[in-house]
């Protein structure tokens, strides 16, 4: 017991077991090394099938590409360009920032709700406070595109907005 030396499993001929690694130590990810399906992984992407069909779209999603990149240039040729769009524009400037930019769109085939989300989603500023904060010439375009769309006021039996 106290006196003993232990035997060396080297010194009477046996190996010693080999252990087994499991994978990543750290994150305790176990891969198997053994290829125990036959299933191969394919990556490939199949253009025909039904549910990529639905949900993904080339023609919309070009159309919104060159809708944001026609922002993005009205944004750089406008006064407010020296206003970093990745930082928060001030309250106050939103209406002027919103005018400047419409009016450089105004001559484009996109639809004014639609310059109104993109430019949106390009400043950062969340849709309702916008919607607020814009003229109220822009207010009633925007209501007037959304009831020809959408017909928002003739289903609540609504006449008259402003």
């Not at 198997?32 to 999603?61: A, M, R």
Request: proline letters at 5%; one cysteine or more; hydrophobic letters at 35%.
């Amino acid at each position: 017991m106290f006196g003993r030396k232990k035997k060396d499993p080297g010194a009477t001929g046996e190996a010693k077991p080999k252990k087994k690694q499991l994978g990543d130590k750290i994150f305790g990810a176990h891969n198997n090394p053994t290829n125990d399906n036959s299933h191969q992984e394919s990556y490939e992407v199949n253009v025909n099938h039904v549910f990529l069909e639905g949900s993904y779209d080339e023609e919309e999603y070009l159309y919104l590409k060159k809708l944001e990149e026609t922002v993005f240039a009205a944004f750089q040729s406008s006064r407010w360009y020296p206003l970093s769009y990745k930082k928060k524009i001030p309250k106050d400037l939103i209406p002027h920032l919103f005018q400047d930019v419409l009016e450089k769109l105004e001559e484009t085939e996109f639809g004014f709700s639609e310059k109104f989300v993109v430019i949106c989603d390009f400043i950062n500023v969340p849709y309702a406070k916008a919607y607020e904060l814009i003229p109220a010439k822009y207010k009633e375009t925007i209501i007037n595109e959304l009831e020809e769309k959408f017909g928002v006021l003739s289903k609540r039996k609504i006449k008259r907005l402003f």
